[in-house]
């Protein structure tokens, strides 16, 4: 499990990743970090499937009886895209100064807690705070965990670890599907089923140090911060070779530390017409992203089935999300990324405007998996992508700001759904939906530069 020839003396942190001969190791620190990832895919997703549960509860109301005379879901779903924009927005840099590793321990803390508190709330305001609070977590904790992937894998590799990065976290959105099923109705042990979903969440809090102790710090990041003794100590783990001794010689060249990246860089000339091209494409593909995915149940219902059946549905849906990134992976690095982006738009806006027109339970289900399917591309080929257009000292906060844009979108849009929903059932839903796909096809079509099998540094220099 040796590097080819340019792991050398002085070949970069890069160059000795993407040499890799055995792939293995960097799996083992990519399924790592993706488990913790699934907690905050667990809470991220948990609003369509519990939302009916807490209007049962009468902690929601049905309709624009909520808090503001809005929808309680629609105020919960922008509660927790406001948090994630915070996060990202605001303080997704702190992964560039700070480093992945610590800032991926701290954040899914901070999530557990929030979640915690926000299973023991006692009406919707409280709700909506503590989830909003949690969206901060999780949105400094997904942009860290892409950073993170997209500087360890082999560029060779990076579409393949981004798709199976995506599996493991969509293992979550089954499990809580599952949970909102089967514990909506109950109370165990005197204590709301909808608490019991939120607590199982926030367990995930116990595994953080397992998971901590084994993940070791990016080493391009390490390397940018000239901290070389350090990477070459994780590089050669990864290479499987020993540490290094005084028979190796010399160790690696003193190195002053390079200053982590501004924000205003990502709108030098360099890196602008790409800023600008992914902050247009997440306003829009947010849409139809969590369009579906916050509101299945929803729009299942709204085709005339009662919500016990509608959460069924919406189960059978959700066991599909950790299937098609596993789909995704065999053509992952075959084809350019930004086609994949174009495919999977055009494929959600077509599907979608079909469920639209459906209400045999069948019919509703294998065109909600078909939707799934071709969100899980879309999702995991722009996950890959906009890592790939910035460099290491600003990827964090370059990522999360053109990430926050999709955050703020789905507060919004979160509204716009509900009305439509209320106006003109799913049919209205899926029309608005594929107006955005159409955006997200014209923005990286036009603007979006090729990334496929090249090296991060590559890209960004």
Known sequence: MASRECRASGASAGERLDALVSAWPVWRLILMVSLGGAFEFYDLMMTAYISPGLVH???????????????????????????????????????????????????????????????????????????????????????????????????????????????????????????????????????????????????????????????????????????????????????????????????????EAEPAGRLAEAFAPAYRKRTLMLVVFNIFQAIGFYGFGN??????????????????????????????????????????RKTQIIVAAATTAVLGLTFAGQSAPAALIALGIGVTFSNN????????????????????SAVGFVYAWSRISTVFSSFVIAALLGAFGAPGVFAFIAMAMAVVIGAVGLFGPRTAGQGLEQLSA
């Not at 994630?84 to 560039?96: C, E, K, N, P, S």
């Not at 591309?377 to 000292?393: I, V």
């Open 57 to 255: 509860a009468g902690i929601f109301h049905a309709g624009k009886a909520g808090q503001l005379g809005q929808s309680d879901q629609a105020t919960f779903a922008a509660a927790t895209f406001l948090g994630l924009f915070i996060g990202t927005a605001a303080f997704a840099r702190v992964a560039d100064r700070f480093g992945r590793r610590a800032i991926f321990t701290a954040s899914l803390i901070w999530y557990a807690l929030a979640t915690l508190a926000m299973a023991a709330s006692q009406t919707a305001l409280q709700l909506d705070l503590w989830r909003l609070v949690s969206g901060v977590g999780i949105g400094v904790e997904l942009v860290t965990i892409d950073a993170y992937v997209a500087e360890i894998a082999p560029a060779r590799l990076r579409g393949k670890a981004f798709a199976v990065n995506q599996s493991v976290q969509f293992l979550a959105v089954p499990i809580v599907a599952f949970a909102c099923w089967r514990l909506l109705p109950l109370a165990p042990f005197a204590v709301a089923g909808w608490r019991w979903v939120m607590i199982l969440g926030a367990s995930g809090a116990a595994a953080v140090w397992l998971i901590r102790a084994r993940l070791p710090e990016s080493p391009r990041w390490l390397e940018r911060r000239g901290r070389l003794a350090e990477a070459d100590v994780i590089l050669r783990r990864l290479e499987g070779r020993p540490p290094a001794s005084a028979a190796d010689g010399p160790g690696p060249a003193v190195r």
């Open 377 to 396: 591309l879309l999702s995991y080929a722009y996950h890959a992508y906009q890592t790939e257009l910035y460099p290491t000292r600003m990827r964090a």
């Open 295 to 336: 509101w299945a149940p929803s729009l299942i219902a709204a085709r005339g089935h009662s919500v016990t059946h509608s959460l069924g549905y919406a189960f059978a849906i959700a066991a599909a999300y950790p299937i098609g990134p596993l789909l995704c992976s065999l053509v992952a690095d075959r084809f350019e």
